[in-house]
């Protein structure tokens, strides 16, 4: 018996004694399955041949794989009012990264924007202390390894504290949330998106897909409706999905005019 990860998105599936016979994850026109067809791996395999970068990026403790894997995302540890939040998910956990989240006080719970990034967070939350995965309910039906850490949230808006609220803006998928921190990691707060709007190669925009890899838009009424759902919060940074894709300095206005630039070219 073995928790199967697919090769392409990097999720981890329940026990099982036989790879699944597909991953729904990957079948989604959102996503793809590898050139040479499903590929599944294994937690004890991952290790043997990946490690994990344990490093800054922009303010803050990141942990991607390396060499690269599946999307491939990098999670960052959050030290808020809400607790120290482990935000994202990786496929591989190392004892050199519990240790490393450990020297920082440890992670009260893990908050994830999306399937995308549920990857190994099963796995994760066990080794970190059994902390809860707090996920939107609307996206329920994309986990692929069912645990009672896992809590759903429902709604638009949750508080977590004084500081953090997360903000379902759907379009990439209906319960896509993401992250706002109105007091840190500097003093102008940051916004931590998930793939609900992802930064470019300059740096100094942000786009709106249904599907990144396949490059399919959002619609422009679900990304009307999450430019309604972020107005009123503030935030000087904007934090990509992966390692170095951030906005760092200027952000929010760089996402406003993101938004106005999309709309037009969806309405030209
Ligand atoms: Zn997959
Ligand atoms: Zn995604």
Known sequence: ?????CETC????AESAAPPPACPVCEDERQYVGWSGQRWTTHVELARRHVLRI????????????PDFAIPQRALLLP???GNLLWECVSLVTD?????????GGVDAIVISHPHFYASMVEWSEALGDVPIVIHAADRAW???P??????????VL???HDITLLRCGGHFPGSTALHWASGPREGGALFPGDALQVVQDRRHVTFMYSYPNFIPMRGSDVRAMRERLLGYDFDDVYGYTWGRNILGGARAAVDASFERFLQRLAA
């Open 1 to 5: 018996m073995a928790c199967f990860i």
């Open 143 to 145: 986990v692929q390894r």
């Open 159 to 161: 508080r977590l504290s």
């Open 147 to 156: 645990s009672p850490r896992i809590r759903f949230w429902e709604g638009d």
């Open 96 to 104: 050199d990264a519990v240790a490393a989240l450990r020297a920082r």
């Open 80 to 82: 808020t009012g809400a």
């Open 55 to 66: 490093e800054t990026d922009g303010d803050l403790l990141g942990i991607g794989m390396a």
């Open 10 to 13: 990097g999720t981890q599936f």
